[in-house]
DNA sequence: CCCTATTACGCAACGCTGTTGCTAAATTCT
DNA sequence: AGAATTTAGCAACAGCGTTGCGTAATAGGG
């Protein structure tokens, strides 16, 4: 992966990755909506929109009559232009999907992996998976950028490494982009699945999803953090397990080798049957979080939590309300994922969009 | 504030930051050495060498003569072309610090507060301390940029407003930063003290200081974060209240509503005379952080825990080791703050520093 | 119907920064 | 003395956003 120093090629990059997010978000734009977002002149917009359109991913769709004056033209994503394959690899199962470049999901599908799978088995099913997806799916001349993994760890995202994958054996140290990308003869993308659950967030709600994370409760608990508007991994791509964090000192012993983790705390309160109990535990690592990292949005998501959506939505909801110190300015909005059990898969593929279009990471020193 | 786009003049202040930051972490520097750390062309790091020599900020000091080859010429920092003061207003106490361009706090002076002090009397001694401490220190021609300030919250870094002080009454949304402004007649900088603190430990170490977190035992237990190269504030600039999370489910009630904070089991073990319990309870919301965040640094602070800083510092080392998962790849390093005492204010004017010489936060959308 | 006012867009030149290509300087060694 | 090596500087170029200005497209009033 080759540098990204601070020169003209990187404004280029940068300035039209804002119109693209500008286009994700509001659908239609003008040049002057894309002034008042970013901030450049009216002229720089203009450039940067020229530019877009010969790539052919905006095009004009129509004009706006002010009444006295020049007509506007009016802007919109060429959402069937670029397209992305994502995949969420969890213990037994793959859920492949596709996804344009407005973030709409075109295609999802689940298929079932051996149990304690070996890389050359996911390997092989995700190569019939895509060829299945993108044969019964005709991109119209629209190009596949590549593919995006959202996997189990812990796993070093920046080299494409998984480091191990719990509750999976065969998965030590491998260079799974590179032999993926072998394999699949795509770009590929590797991270960990809530990172990509919580890109997936970011897509939907747009520049105004601040401080964020995602909590997925699905074979265990984890969060996926957006802070300072990028996806927060870690120094070893190993942040989020917040499932392993201790809220009740000299509690149940876990497998993680510590006492009193969320994770068994909640896990016991489930099965003795007392969902009650099992959301009010998460509600209070919630508020942990909050209290930690003061976000403004806190999404819900995964299969087990979706089994019983309300009682968790309104165990944290009141959490996060009765604490001491919200005020009118201190508050956090809690909501489901509106992407079910694609959240992880789209994100994946939103991650390779990203890598292609959005805002180019500067490596500083 | 004026908004920063992304145009030839953020290409600028960017690319100077960044031999700033070379110089400051270095010591002395070559043009060879900005280019292998920053990735840009020789060319253009002379052309940015002689930008910042003509400003004064930095200066040829030397040459290496290669053997053969023309002698490479040494560049250093001026420290001394530019000051910021910075203040850490506590509760009862004001400790304000005199700090130069390299980060090298030169005075630090500690004067009382009264009980409950009202914003003028914060005022009156932020001025008369600035006027003891700018006539004991000759500034020798250097520039005083500004005041930075570390403050007990909650409070709005973005606005310069003090939302509410804990333990202090008359602190509901007063705008310190425009009032201490206009009485000092200096730029003012305001944030949040743990903000400040964890600032100055990213001074301390450089660009090699990931993503990191400054722990605070002091009148409370607080924690400062530095994630993906910058001071993580959340949303409403409340992160970092660490020791009010849960660590012990239906432990004592806290002071702030919730049970069994990570604050009250501590003071409860503290007050009991149990120093190595007390420090257990620290480490476990310590290795918390690290399941959440995966940080690569803590660092551990404040008065109380200067009290005893080696139990502290053992019992949270070996926590963090100890913790399952720990392998090879996935290590924490745990130190107390070399800048002791100071380590807030100092933090503060690096901050003030920072927002003339450091790089420039674009505001994307 | 013509002219003015209003709103938007495009052209051209400019300003600035980093990159590219090349030359000069300063040394050591053969 | 000349070649080799390492560094620095000059000049032109490339590219992007900004500035300044003119053109286009409309509605309404005289």
Redesign the interface.
């Given at each position: 992966m080759t540098?990204?120093?601070?020169?003209?090629t990187?404004?280029r990059g940068?300035?039209q990755a804002?119109v693209m997010?500008?286009g994700r978000?509001v659908g239609t734009f003008e040049r002057s909506t894309v002034v008042q977002?970013?901030?450049?002149t009216p002229q720089?917009v203009s450039k940067v929109i020229a530019r877009l359109t010969v790539d052919g991913l905006i095009r004009p769709t129509g004009v706006r009559r002010p009444g006295v004056g020049k007509p506007a033209v009016v802007y919109e994503l060429v959402p069937h232009s670029r397209y992305a394959i994502g995949a969420h690899v969890a213990r037994r199962t793959l859920r492949l999907v596709l996804v344009d470049l407005a973030g709409t999901v075109h295609h999802s599908a689940v298929s079932p992996l051996p149990r304690d799978f070996t890389p050359p088995q996911l390997l092989d099913a995700l190569a019939s998976g895509i060829k299945a997806m993108t044969g019964v799916n005709d991109l119209g001349g629209g190009q596949l950028t590549g593919v995006g993994i959202g996997m189990i760890g812990?796993l070093?995202h920046a080299h494409g490494l998984v480091?191990g994958a719990h509750g999976l054996r065969h998965w030590h140290d491998v260079p799974l982009r590179e032999i993926a990308e072998k394999h699949l003869g795509l770009p590929v993308h590797l991270d960990k699945d809530v990172t990509a659950g919580i890109t997936a967030e970011a897509w939907r709600h747009g520049?105004t999803f601040?401080?964020a994370a995602l909590i997925m409760i699905e074979s265990g608990i984890g969060?996926g953090?957006w802070?300072?508007?990028?996806a927060?991994?870690?120094?070893?791509?190993?942040?989020?397990?917040?499932g392993?964090?201790?809220?009740?000192?000299?509690?149940p012993r876990c497998v993680?080798?510590?006492h009193?983790c969320l994770e068994i705390?909640h896990n016991h309160a489930a099965e003795a049957g007392d969902v009650a109990r099992a959301a009010r535990?998460v509600a209070?690592g919630v508020?942990?979080?909050l209290?930690?990292?003061?976000?403004?949005h806190v999404v819900l998501a995964g299969a087990d939590l979706l089994r019983h959506p309300e009682a968790y939505l309104a165990a944290v909801a009141e959490a996060v309300q009765a604490?001491?110190?919200r005020t009118a300015?201190?508050t956090?909005k809690v909501t489901l994922s509106s992407l079910g059990a694609d959240v992880i898969a789209a994100g994946a593929a939103m991650q390779v969009l990203d890598q292609h279009y959005g805002?180019p990471e500067?490596?500083?020193?």
């Open positions: 540098r990204i120093t601070a020169d003209v990187f404004l940068y300035n804002l997010a500008v978000t977002a970013t901030g450049l720089a812990p070093d480091r520049a601040g401080d969060g953090f802070l300072g508007g990028t927060h991994r870690g120094a070893h791509t190993n942040a989020g397990e917040f392993h964090t201790v809220v009740d000192l000299n509690g993680c080798g510590r009193g705390v535990v209070v508020v942990n979080l209290q930690t990292l003061d976000l403004a604490d001491v110190r300015w201190l956090t805002i500067l490596a500083p020193i």
